[in-house]
């Protein structure tokens, strides 16, 4: 399967690769940059040079980068929509050195101004930063719906790909957490909730998961994370999640409270429930 878990980018990708390899897993995911903003370290071409050869020596999946938490591409601040902007386009950029992976962001928040001006802003900047020549596919997050978050359902998350220009650099990764959160049952009705993703984004947008339990109860809008199996979507649900034919072969990144340990213990618990 392919499984990995989020990884400290502070001592580069060969680190991230290899710690990656040592719990098991054949992915990671990673902070562009220090998930409250900043500026992102320099790239050292060497570092990637040996990441791009042991990747490839070790069949890894693609990996997935994380923009910060701070980025809100629809802020009221235009001061908070320039950070966005420079780091978006920063981070793709930056992404290049390692073509073909993916770029995933938290849609962002509204903060009072209604969902329809949060998707104009979010579809603009997308307008601004994505190029045709880009090799990375960028990724919209599925929200939980804490306060004013746009992408707390699959429709809003459409209308952002419908108004971006070059919409076939985008797709979508899927948290469990997040989505159990926002009201679509995936433990009573993965079925039924996966057909509504297809409806109306197509499975096809659908190119990683953030696998999660929950903290909190269903439709709960609180995005907490929770340890796999330990939280409200337990480890039933977990494993059906893991084994769906339109999901198996995707790749899967643990953004559980762990430390490494807890996350090498997690992925050998998810290979166990693997069915062969
Ligand atoms: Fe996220
Ligand atoms: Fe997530
Ligand atoms: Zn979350």
Redesign the pocket.
Known sequence: MNIGSHLSASKGYLHMAKEAVSIGANTFQFFTRNPRGGSAKKIDENDIQKFLEYTSEHGFAPILA?APYTLNACSADEKVRDFAFTAMSDDLLRMEYTPNQMY?F?PGSHVGQGAEKGIELIAGLLNRVLTPQMTTTVLL?TMAGKGSEIGRSFEELREIIDKTELSDKLGVCL?TCHVYDAGYDIVNDLDGVLEKFDKVLGLGRLKAI?LNDTKNPFESHKDRHEKIGEGHLGLDAVTRIINHPALKDLPFFLETPNDVDGYAREIALLKSLREK
Request: no cysteine.
């Open positions: 994380h995933n938290h997050e948290d953030h």
